[in-house]
């Protein structure tokens, strides 16, 4: 199974980036998937989830309201739109598929597969 997360870049404060997670294979159509992230020094943090129908999302608090995920079932690609971009929001963001039956987990450790991660600077 192979995840490839891209879309990361330099942008200012208060710039927008989309981030994409393309799935190679089809069965992920059924997995939950995550948005995680991890910057220099600090731990891999959650940052948002959505439930493999696309009907339920997770977020947390530090990105809620400026931060959207959604998926394309029919690509197999999943997205996470970040508006209103903040210097703390600056490091490696990794996609990641779940394949329990619950959604929304928060932890890095609960999640199956991992994608290469793409880098997001904002600089103020």
């Known amino acids: 199974v192979q995840l490839q997360a891209s879309g990361g870049g330099l942008v200012q404060a208060g710039d927008s980036l989309r981030l994409s997670c393309a799935a190679s294979?089809?069965?992920?159509?059924?997995?939950?998937m995550g948005w995680f992230r991890q910057a220099p020094g600090k731990e891999r943090e959650f940052v948002a989830a959505?439930?493999?129908?696309?009907?339920?999302?997770y977020y947390s608090d530090s990105v809620k309201g400026r931060f959207t995920i959604s998926r394309d079932s029919a690509e197999n690609t999943w997205y996470l739109q970040m508006n209103s971009l903040k210097p703390e929001d600056t490091a490696v963001y990794y996609c990641?598929?779940?394949?329990?039956?619950?959604?929304?987990?928060?932890?890095?450790?609960?999640?199956?597969?991992w994608g290469q991660g793409t880098l997001v600077t904002v600089s103020s």
């Open positions: 294979r089809d069965t992920l159509r059924k997995y939950n």
């Open positions: 959505i439930s493999w129908t696309g009907g339920s999302t």
């Open positions: 990641a598929s779940d394949t329990s039956v619950v959604a929304g987990h928060r932890w890095a450790n609960e999640y199956d597969y």
